[in-house]
Protein backbone atom coordinates (compact mmCIF):
# COMPACT_ATOMS: atom_id res chain seq x y z
CA UNK A 1 0.00 0.00 0.00
CA UNK A 2 1.20 3.38 -1.14
CA UNK A 3 1.24 6.20 1.33
CA UNK A 4 0.94 9.95 0.45
CA UNK A 5 2.39 12.64 3.02
CA UNK A 6 2.95 15.79 0.47
CA UNK A 7 -0.76 16.90 -0.15
CA UNK A 8 0.14 20.59 0.94
CA UNK A 9 1.97 20.38 -2.41
CA UNK A 10 0.25 18.78 -4.71
CA UNK A 11 -2.93 17.05 -4.22
CA UNK A 12 -4.46 14.47 -6.88
CA UNK A 13 -7.57 16.32 -8.11
CA UNK A 14 -11.67 15.19 -8.12
CA UNK A 15 -12.93 13.21 -10.90
CA UNK A 16 -15.08 15.80 -11.86
CA UNK A 17 -12.29 18.11 -12.00
CA UNK A 18 -10.12 15.81 -14.00
CA UNK A 19 -13.17 15.73 -16.46
CA UNK A 20 -13.73 19.23 -16.78
CA UNK A 21 -10.05 20.12 -17.34
CA UNK A 22 -10.29 17.46 -20.57
CA UNK A 23 -13.63 19.21 -21.95
CA UNK A 24 -12.12 22.38 -21.79
CA UNK A 25 -8.78 20.87 -23.08
CA UNK A 26 -10.33 18.87 -26.01
CA UNK A 27 -13.28 20.78 -26.49
CA UNK A 28 -13.29 24.24 -25.14
CA UNK A 29 -9.87 24.87 -26.07
CA UNK A 30 -10.23 28.76 -27.16
CA UNK A 31 -7.79 31.41 -26.19
CA UNK A 32 -10.04 33.25 -23.43
CA UNK A 33 -8.65 36.60 -24.16
CA UNK A 34 -9.53 35.87 -28.06
CA UNK A 35 -12.96 37.43 -29.41
CA UNK A 36 -14.06 34.74 -31.51
CA UNK A 37 -16.89 32.18 -30.33
CA UNK A 38 -14.25 29.32 -28.94
CA UNK A 39 -12.56 32.29 -27.22
CA UNK A 40 -15.54 33.30 -25.62
CA UNK A 41 -16.60 29.92 -24.62
CA UNK A 42 -13.32 29.59 -23.01
CA UNK A 43 -13.80 33.07 -21.00
CA UNK A 44 -16.45 31.93 -19.57
CA UNK A 45 -14.86 29.04 -17.80
CA UNK A 46 -12.71 31.74 -16.23
CA UNK A 47 -14.69 33.94 -15.31
CA UNK A 48 -17.44 31.70 -13.56
CA UNK A 49 -14.21 29.80 -11.35
CA UNK A 50 -13.47 33.29 -10.24
CA UNK A 51 -17.03 33.95 -9.13
CA UNK A 52 -16.93 31.09 -7.99
CA UNK A 53 -13.47 31.32 -5.79
CA UNK A 54 -15.08 34.73 -4.89
CA UNK A 55 -18.20 33.82 -3.48
CA UNK A 56 -16.11 30.69 -1.49
CA UNK A 57 -13.02 32.93 -0.10
CA UNK A 58 -15.44 36.43 0.11
CA UNK A 59 -13.47 38.68 -1.93
CA UNK A 60 -13.98 40.84 -4.79
CA UNK A 61 -14.08 38.48 -8.14
CA UNK A 62 -11.27 41.12 -9.57
CA UNK A 63 -9.25 39.87 -6.57
CA UNK A 64 -8.97 36.66 -8.15
CA UNK A 65 -5.78 36.33 -10.39
CA UNK A 66 -5.29 32.85 -12.02
CA UNK A 67 -1.10 32.04 -12.98
CA UNK A 68 0.58 29.03 -13.34
CA UNK A 69 1.70 27.43 -10.29
CA UNK A 70 2.56 27.89 -6.59
CA UNK A 71 5.93 29.30 -8.02
CA UNK A 72 4.41 32.17 -9.94
CA UNK A 73 1.79 33.10 -7.33
CA UNK A 74 4.32 33.65 -4.79
CA UNK A 75 6.85 35.92 -6.75
CA UNK A 76 3.37 38.14 -7.43
CA UNK A 77 2.74 37.85 -4.02
CA UNK A 78 5.71 38.66 -2.22
CA UNK A 79 7.60 41.14 -4.74
CA UNK A 80 4.70 43.00 -5.98
CA UNK A 81 3.42 43.20 -2.59
CA UNK A 82 6.23 44.55 -1.33
CA UNK A 83 6.63 47.17 -4.36
CA UNK A 84 2.55 48.30 -3.96
CA UNK A 85 3.63 48.88 -1.13
CA UNK A 86 7.01 50.98 -0.44
CA UNK A 87 5.58 53.89 1.76
CA UNK A 88 4.60 51.16 4.42
CA UNK A 89 8.56 50.51 5.42
CA UNK A 90 11.36 48.11 4.20
CA UNK A 91 10.61 45.50 6.55
CA UNK A 92 10.08 41.60 5.07
CA UNK A 93 10.04 38.92 7.86
CA UNK A 94 10.77 35.28 7.06
CA UNK A 95 11.96 32.01 8.15
CA UNK A 96 14.83 29.78 7.55
CA UNK A 97 13.02 26.74 6.07
CA UNK A 98 10.84 28.49 3.69
CA UNK A 99 10.79 26.24 0.21
CA UNK A 100 12.96 27.75 -3.14
CA UNK A 101 9.56 29.79 -4.28
CA UNK A 102 9.63 31.36 -1.05
CA UNK A 103 13.29 31.77 -0.58
CA UNK A 104 14.13 33.15 -3.98
CA UNK A 105 11.71 36.29 -4.07
CA UNK A 106 12.96 37.00 -0.32
CA UNK A 107 16.17 37.00 -1.44
CA UNK A 108 15.62 39.58 -4.23
CA UNK A 109 14.02 41.69 -1.54
CA UNK A 110 17.02 41.54 0.95
CA UNK A 111 19.07 42.47 -2.43
CA UNK A 112 16.99 45.47 -3.05
CA UNK A 113 18.08 46.57 0.61
CA UNK A 114 14.74 46.11 2.17
CA UNK A 115 16.61 45.93 5.90
CA UNK A 116 15.09 46.10 9.12
CA UNK A 117 17.07 47.25 12.25
CA UNK A 118 16.45 43.94 14.50
CA UNK A 119 16.35 40.62 13.17
CA UNK A 120 13.09 38.11 12.82
CA UNK A 121 12.24 35.01 14.35
CA UNK A 122 9.34 33.33 13.67
CA UNK A 123 7.66 30.43 15.25
CA UNK A 124 5.53 27.30 14.68
CA UNK A 125 4.64 26.01 17.90
CA UNK A 126 3.38 22.28 18.50
CA UNK A 127 2.85 21.89 22.26
CA UNK A 128 1.00 24.63 23.19
CA UNK A 129 -1.96 22.55 24.75
CA UNK A 130 0.14 20.67 26.09
CA UNK A 131 3.11 21.92 28.76
CA UNK A 132 4.80 24.51 26.23
CA UNK A 133 7.64 22.15 26.13
CA UNK A 134 9.10 23.33 22.99
CA UNK A 135 8.99 27.02 23.73
CA UNK A 136 10.47 26.32 27.09
CA UNK A 137 13.45 24.33 25.53
CA UNK A 138 13.91 26.97 23.16
CA UNK A 139 14.13 29.77 26.03
CA UNK A 140 16.66 27.30 28.09
CA UNK A 141 19.20 26.84 25.31
CA UNK A 142 18.99 29.75 23.26
CA UNK A 143 18.83 33.56 23.11
CA UNK A 144 15.15 34.78 23.81
CA UNK A 145 13.66 37.74 21.79
CA UNK A 146 14.11 41.34 23.04
CA UNK A 147 10.21 41.03 22.69
CA UNK A 148 7.99 38.68 21.46
CA UNK A 149 4.28 38.99 20.12
CA UNK A 150 1.88 35.74 20.34
CA UNK A 151 -1.12 35.39 18.12
CA UNK A 152 -3.47 33.60 19.86
CA UNK A 153 -5.84 35.93 21.74
CA UNK A 154 -8.50 38.45 20.97
CA UNK A 155 -7.12 42.51 19.97
CA UNK A 156 -6.01 44.61 21.13
CA UNK A 157 -3.03 43.62 23.08
CA UNK A 158 -3.23 40.89 26.37
CA UNK A 159 -0.13 42.17 28.61
CA UNK A 160 -0.95 38.95 31.07
CA UNK A 161 -2.29 35.69 31.78
CA UNK A 162 -3.78 34.05 34.76
CA UNK A 163 -1.90 31.36 36.52
CA UNK A 164 -2.68 27.97 35.40
CA UNK A 165 -2.96 24.99 38.36
CA UNK A 166 -4.42 22.02 37.19
CA UNK A 167 -4.36 19.26 39.88
CA UNK A 168 -5.58 16.07 40.34
CA UNK A 169 -7.32 14.52 43.66
CA UNK A 170 -9.21 10.88 44.37
CA UNK A 171 -11.57 9.18 46.35
CA UNK A 172 -12.83 5.67 46.82
CA UNK A 173 -16.60 5.11 46.45
CA UNK A 174 -18.29 2.32 48.12
CA UNK A 175 -22.01 2.18 45.99
CA UNK A 176 -24.14 -0.96 44.85
CA UNK A 177 -25.96 1.50 42.28
CA UNK A 178 -23.23 3.69 40.77
CA UNK A 179 -21.26 1.58 38.48
CA UNK A 180 -19.34 4.02 36.48
CA UNK A 181 -19.43 7.90 35.96
CA UNK A 182 -16.74 9.55 33.67
CA UNK A 183 -16.72 13.09 32.11
CA UNK A 184 -14.93 15.59 30.15
CA UNK A 185 -11.80 15.01 27.21
CA UNK A 186 -9.78 17.74 28.30
CA UNK A 187 -8.94 19.65 31.54
CA UNK A 188 -8.96 23.14 30.17
CA UNK A 189 -12.30 23.04 28.81
CA UNK A 190 -15.66 22.64 30.85
CA UNK A 191 -17.54 19.31 30.06
CA UNK A 192 -19.59 19.05 27.17
CA UNK A 193 -20.54 15.10 28.06
CA UNK A 194 -21.37 12.79 30.91
CA UNK A 195 -22.21 9.08 30.86
CA UNK A 196 -22.79 6.81 34.54
CA UNK A 197 -23.76 3.86 34.38
CA UNK A 198 -26.14 2.05 37.25
CA UNK A 199 -27.46 -0.77 38.59
CA UNK A 200 -31.09 0.02 39.24
CA UNK A 201 -35.06 -1.83 39.75
CA UNK A 202 -37.47 -1.43 37.57
CA UNK A 203 -38.83 1.56 39.89
CA UNK A 204 -35.75 3.47 40.48
CA UNK A 205 -35.05 3.06 36.41
CA UNK A 206 -38.23 4.90 36.25
CA UNK A 207 -37.06 7.87 38.42
CA UNK A 208 -33.69 8.34 36.70
CA UNK A 209 -35.62 8.40 33.15
CA UNK A 210 -38.23 10.96 34.22
CA UNK A 211 -35.50 13.35 35.42
CA UNK A 212 -32.86 12.90 32.89
CA UNK A 213 -35.35 12.94 30.16
CA UNK A 214 -36.62 16.09 31.64
CA UNK A 215 -33.94 18.04 30.09
CA UNK A 216 -33.09 16.14 27.23
CA UNK A 217 -30.77 13.37 28.50
CA UNK A 218 -30.94 9.81 27.65
CA UNK A 219 -31.51 6.56 29.89
CA UNK A 220 -31.08 3.45 28.48
CA UNK A 221 -31.38 -0.52 29.73
CA UNK A 222 -28.26 -2.19 28.62
CA UNK A 223 -27.81 -6.23 27.87
CA UNK A 224 -26.49 -6.87 31.30
CA UNK A 225 -29.41 -5.38 33.33
CA UNK A 226 -27.63 -2.57 33.90
CA UNK A 227 -29.04 1.41 32.76
CA UNK A 228 -26.73 3.89 30.76
CA UNK A 229 -27.53 7.14 31.55
CA UNK A 230 -26.03 10.36 29.06
CA UNK A 231 -26.32 14.35 29.25
CA UNK A 232 -25.13 16.98 27.63
CA UNK A 233 -23.88 20.35 28.51
CA UNK A 234 -22.48 23.54 27.22
CA UNK A 235 -18.47 23.41 26.35
CA UNK A 236 -16.21 26.33 26.93
CA UNK A 237 -12.84 27.24 27.61
CA UNK A 238 -11.96 26.71 31.00
CA UNK A 239 -10.59 30.51 31.10
CA UNK A 240 -14.02 31.32 29.64
CA UNK A 241 -16.52 29.54 31.51
CA UNK A 242 -19.16 32.28 31.47
CA UNK A 243 -22.50 30.56 29.54
CA UNK A 244 -21.32 27.63 29.78
CA UNK A 245 -22.85 24.09 31.47
CA UNK A 246 -20.66 21.85 32.88
CA UNK A 247 -22.40 18.13 32.12
CA UNK A 248 -20.86 17.04 35.43
CA UNK A 249 -22.49 18.61 37.80
CA UNK A 250 -25.31 18.59 35.25
CA UNK A 251 -25.15 14.90 35.88
CA UNK A 252 -24.41 14.98 39.79
CA UNK A 253 -27.42 17.28 40.21
CA UNK A 254 -29.86 14.73 38.03
CA UNK A 255 -28.60 11.97 39.76
CA UNK A 256 -28.84 13.12 43.28
CA UNK A 257 -32.38 14.18 42.63
CA UNK A 258 -34.05 11.16 41.32
CA UNK A 259 -33.28 9.65 45.02
CA UNK A 260 -32.39 6.51 44.07
CA UNK A 261 -28.19 6.41 45.06
CA UNK A 262 -27.33 4.92 48.15
CA UNK A 263 -25.13 7.10 50.93
CA UNK A 264 -22.03 6.86 49.34
CA UNK A 265 -22.74 7.98 45.70
CA UNK A 266 -25.02 10.31 46.66
CA UNK A 267 -22.11 12.63 48.71
CA UNK A 268 -20.18 12.06 46.04
CA UNK A 269 -22.67 13.79 43.96
CA UNK A 270 -22.77 16.54 46.69
CA UNK A 271 -19.66 17.12 46.47
CA UNK A 272 -19.31 17.13 42.23
CA UNK A 273 -22.09 20.10 42.90
CA UNK A 274 -20.75 21.87 45.86
CA UNK A 275 -17.28 21.90 44.59
CA UNK A 276 -17.95 22.65 40.64
CA UNK A 277 -21.65 24.28 40.95
CA UNK A 278 -19.68 27.99 40.44
CA UNK A 279 -16.53 28.71 38.30
CA UNK A 280 -15.32 31.42 40.34
CA UNK A 281 -13.56 29.55 43.59
CA UNK A 282 -16.07 29.76 46.12
CA UNK A 283 -16.41 25.65 46.07
CA UNK A 284 -13.18 24.82 46.51
CA UNK A 285 -12.98 27.97 49.06
CA UNK A 286 -10.96 30.36 47.27
CA UNK A 287 -13.20 32.86 45.90
CA UNK A 288 -10.52 35.64 44.53
CA UNK A 289 -10.97 38.65 42.50
CA UNK A 290 -8.37 41.89 41.70
CA UNK A 291 -8.47 44.88 39.57
CA UNK A 292 -6.17 43.63 36.91
CA UNK A 293 -7.25 40.54 36.13
CA UNK A 294 -10.66 39.93 37.57
CA UNK A 295 -12.04 37.05 39.32
CA UNK A 296 -10.40 33.57 39.78
CA UNK A 297 -11.76 30.71 37.87
CA UNK A 298 -12.10 27.20 38.04
CA UNK A 299 -13.88 24.41 36.35
CA UNK A 300 -13.97 20.19 36.51
CA UNK A 301 -12.25 19.55 33.55
CA UNK A 302 -12.55 15.41 33.88
CA UNK A 303 -13.52 12.73 36.14
CA UNK A 304 -13.78 8.78 35.91
CA UNK A 305 -15.05 6.60 38.34
CA UNK A 306 -13.60 3.19 38.00
CA UNK A 307 -13.21 0.12 39.66
CA UNK A 308 -14.35 1.72 43.28
CA UNK A 309 -12.07 5.04 42.87
CA UNK A 310 -13.45 8.59 41.73
CA UNK A 311 -10.71 10.38 39.79
CA UNK A 312 -11.14 14.52 39.45
CA UNK A 313 -9.10 16.58 37.33
CA UNK A 314 -9.49 20.47 38.34
CA UNK A 315 -8.35 23.43 36.27
CA UNK A 316 -7.58 26.90 37.99
CA UNK A 317 -7.29 30.51 36.67
CA UNK A 318 -5.46 32.29 39.34
CA UNK A 319 -4.90 35.98 39.60
CA UNK A 320 -1.97 37.88 39.01
CA UNK A 321 -2.07 39.08 43.20
CA UNK A 322 -2.72 35.71 44.37
CA UNK A 323 -0.55 33.53 46.44
CA UNK A 324 -0.40 30.57 45.59
CA UNK A 325 0.49 28.81 48.83
CA UNK A 326 -2.70 30.03 50.35
CA UNK A 327 -4.75 28.73 47.31
CA UNK A 328 -3.17 25.24 48.20
CA UNK A 329 -3.70 25.44 51.77
CA UNK A 330 -7.26 26.18 50.93
CA UNK A 331 -7.77 23.71 48.40
CA UNK A 332 -6.01 20.80 50.47
CA UNK A 333 -8.85 21.74 53.23
CA UNK A 334 -12.04 21.06 50.86
CA UNK A 335 -10.66 18.33 49.08
CA UNK A 336 -10.42 16.64 52.41
CA UNK A 337 -13.47 17.82 53.80
CA UNK A 338 -15.49 15.79 51.06
CA UNK A 339 -13.44 12.69 51.83
CA UNK A 340 -10.45 13.78 48.14
CA UNK A 341 -6.83 13.58 48.85
CA UNK A 342 -4.57 15.31 46.48
CA UNK A 343 -2.68 13.42 44.07
CA UNK A 344 -0.40 15.77 41.87
CA UNK A 345 -0.57 19.31 40.83
CA UNK A 346 0.99 20.83 38.00
CA UNK A 347 1.69 24.76 37.95
CA UNK A 348 2.49 27.50 35.35
CA UNK A 349 2.82 30.94 36.80
CA UNK A 350 0.93 33.86 35.66
CA UNK A 351 2.96 36.30 33.25
CA UNK A 352 2.60 40.30 33.13
CA UNK A 353 3.61 43.43 30.90
CA UNK A 354 3.34 46.97 32.22
CA UNK A 355 0.43 48.25 30.33
CA UNK A 356 2.32 51.26 30.14
CA UNK A 357 5.59 49.91 27.78
CA UNK A 358 6.38 51.55 25.08
CA UNK A 359 6.21 48.28 23.58
CA UNK A 360 2.64 47.40 24.67
CA UNK A 361 2.02 51.21 23.75
CA UNK A 362 3.05 51.01 20.16
CA UNK A 363 0.77 47.98 19.65
CA UNK A 364 -2.58 49.37 21.04
CA UNK A 365 -2.26 52.27 18.81
CA UNK A 366 -1.48 50.21 15.77
CA UNK A 367 -4.40 47.88 16.97
CA UNK A 368 -6.78 51.00 17.39
CA UNK A 369 -6.14 53.06 14.50
CA UNK A 370 -6.75 49.99 12.14
CA UNK A 371 -10.10 48.49 14.01
CA UNK A 372 -11.13 52.53 14.70
CA UNK A 373 -12.09 51.31 18.02
CA UNK A 374 -11.04 52.59 21.61
CA UNK A 375 -10.08 48.95 23.39
CA UNK A 376 -7.73 48.94 26.49
CA UNK A 377 -5.39 45.87 27.31
CA UNK A 378 -6.44 43.48 29.39
CA UNK A 379 -5.40 40.51 31.26
CA UNK A 380 -7.09 37.14 30.52
CA UNK A 381 -6.96 33.02 32.12
CA UNK A 382 -6.10 31.59 28.33
CA UNK A 383 -2.45 30.49 28.71
CA UNK A 384 0.01 30.83 25.82
CA UNK A 385 3.73 31.33 24.55
CA UNK A 386 4.00 34.56 26.69
CA UNK A 387 4.01 32.87 29.88
CA UNK A 388 6.90 30.75 28.61
CA UNK A 389 9.24 34.16 27.32
CA UNK A 390 10.76 37.18 29.32
CA UNK A 391 8.97 39.41 27.86
CA UNK A 392 6.24 38.84 25.72
CA UNK A 393 2.38 39.91 24.75
CA UNK A 394 -0.60 38.30 23.43
CA UNK A 395 -2.00 40.28 19.85
CA UNK A 396 -5.14 39.34 18.01
CA UNK A 397 -6.16 37.71 15.92
CA UNK A 398 -9.58 37.97 17.19
CA UNK A 399 -11.78 40.83 16.71
CA UNK A 400 -13.73 42.02 19.63
CA UNK A 401 -17.21 43.17 19.88
CA UNK A 402 -18.75 40.63 16.63
CA UNK A 403 -21.84 38.37 16.20
CA UNK A 404 -20.80 34.09 16.70
CA UNK A 405 -22.21 32.49 13.21
CA UNK A 406 -22.90 29.88 15.66
CA UNK A 407 -24.45 31.09 18.88
CA UNK A 408 -23.16 30.39 22.51
CA UNK A 409 -22.52 26.50 21.92
CA UNK A 410 -20.17 26.08 19.15
CA UNK A 411 -17.37 28.31 17.33
CA UNK A 412 -15.64 29.16 19.89
CA UNK A 413 -12.28 28.63 21.76
CA UNK A 414 -12.37 24.43 22.49
CA UNK A 415 -15.70 24.17 21.51
CA UNK A 416 -16.99 22.15 18.43
CA UNK A 417 -16.25 24.36 14.83
CA UNK A 418 -13.77 26.43 16.30
CA UNK A 419 -13.11 29.10 13.55
CA UNK A 420 -12.12 32.49 12.40
CA UNK A 421 -13.54 34.88 10.38
CA UNK A 422 -11.66 34.84 6.75
CA UNK A 423 -11.89 39.10 6.82
CA UNK A 424 -10.84 39.45 10.40
CA UNK A 425 -7.48 37.59 9.41
CA UNK A 426 -6.80 39.81 6.39
CA UNK A 427 -7.84 43.11 9.08
CA UNK A 428 -4.93 41.08 11.61
CA UNK A 429 -2.60 41.03 8.66
CA UNK A 430 -2.44 45.10 8.04
CA UNK A 431 -2.30 45.01 11.90
CA UNK A 432 0.46 42.56 11.87
CA UNK A 433 2.90 44.13 8.98
CA UNK A 434 2.28 47.80 10.82
CA UNK A 435 2.81 46.60 14.04
CA UNK A 436 6.21 44.84 13.68
CA UNK A 437 7.47 47.95 11.72
CA UNK A 438 6.41 50.20 14.81
CA UNK A 439 7.84 47.47 17.11
CA UNK A 440 11.10 47.44 14.85
CA UNK A 441 11.28 51.12 15.46
CA UNK A 442 10.61 50.74 19.77
CA UNK A 443 12.00 47.85 20.85
CA UNK A 444 15.91 48.53 22.02
Known amino acids: MEAYFDNSATTRCFDEVKD ?5 MTGDFGNPSAMHKKGMEAENYVRRSAQTLAKLLKVNEKEILFTSGGTESDNLAIIGGVQANKRMGNHIITTAVEP ?10 KEQGYKPKHSFRFFFGCDEEKGMADVQYYAKNYK ?11 FPVCNGEKGILEFDATRSVKSSKLVSFESG ?32 GTCEKQADGSVKVYVHGIPAHAAFPEGSESAEVKMAGLLKKSGVLDEDAANLMDAICEMFGDYYG ?12 GKLTHVGGMCKLENGVFWQDVNIR ?5 VYEVLMENITKTLKAHGFE ?15 SKEVQALMEVCNRNLEMELEPYVMGGGTYSRKLKHAVGFGPGIPGKAKRFGTERGGAHQADEYIEIEHLKKAFVIYVEAIQKLDEVVD
Open 318 to 322: YNVTA
Open 100 to 109: SALAQPFAYL
Open 20 to 24: IVCKT
Open 144 to 154: EPAFSVVPDVM
Open 342 to 356: LTEAHDSAPCFTDPK
Open 185 to 216: IMSNQVPAEAVAVLTLTEEETSKVKEVVEAVG
Open 282 to 293: AGLNIPFEDEGS
